[in-house]
């Protein structure tokens, strides 16, 4: 098992920035690839950013690029995302995520773990 927890969310002014973090526990001496989704309301669950174990791939999703750098501490157990230049579209919870098949951030029904989530709320 692998816990994922993760902090940094808040309510923040277009424009703005905010740093996700998720702190992992448990067997993290498997290589797991991890990474953030984000699940606005109403609306379904979908990929924001994602870092191999060695932290030397990562991917984003356009509407992101530029904007969000997805990092990982592999010492502390730990990954990151700073997210700069925030929209009121990027207003949503933001899950922290763990897959050992990088193909599991491309259908968020594939990851293995979950974080519960924080909550991040931009406003215009």
């Known amino acids: 098992q692998v816990q994922l927890v993760e902090s940094g969310g808040g309510l923040v002014?277009?424009?703005?920035?905010?740093?996700?973090?998720?702190a992992t526990s448990g067997r993290t001496s498997s290589p797991y690839h991890m990474g953030w989704f984000r699940q606005a309301p109403?609306?379904?669950r979908e990929f924001v950013a994602a870092i191999s174990w060695t932290g030397g791939r990562t991917d984003y999703v356009d509407s992101?690029?530029?904007r969000f750098t997805i990092?990982?501490?592999?010492?502390?157990?730990?990954?990151?995302?700073?997210?700069?230049?925030?929209?009121?579209?990027?207003?949503?919870?933001?899950?922290?995520?763990?897959?050992?098949?990088?193909?599991a951030f491309g259908n968020?029904?594939?990851?293995?773990?979950?974080g519960?989530?924080?909550?991040?709320t931009v406003s215009s």
Do not use: P
Not at 87 to 97: L, Q, R
């Open 108 to 114: 968020f029904r594939s990851i293995e773990y979950w």
């Open 64 to 66: 992101v690029k530029g």
């Open 71 to 103: 990092s990982r501490d592999n010492a502390k157990n730990t990954i990151y995302l700073q997210m700069n230049s925030l929209k009121s579209e990027d207003t949503a919870v933001y899950y922290c995520a763990a897959a050992r098949r990088w193909s």
């Open 42 to 44: 109403g609306k379904e």
């Open 13 to 22: 002014q277009a424009g703005g920035s905010l740093r996700l973090s998720c």
């Open 116 to 120: 519960k989530g924080t909550l991040v």
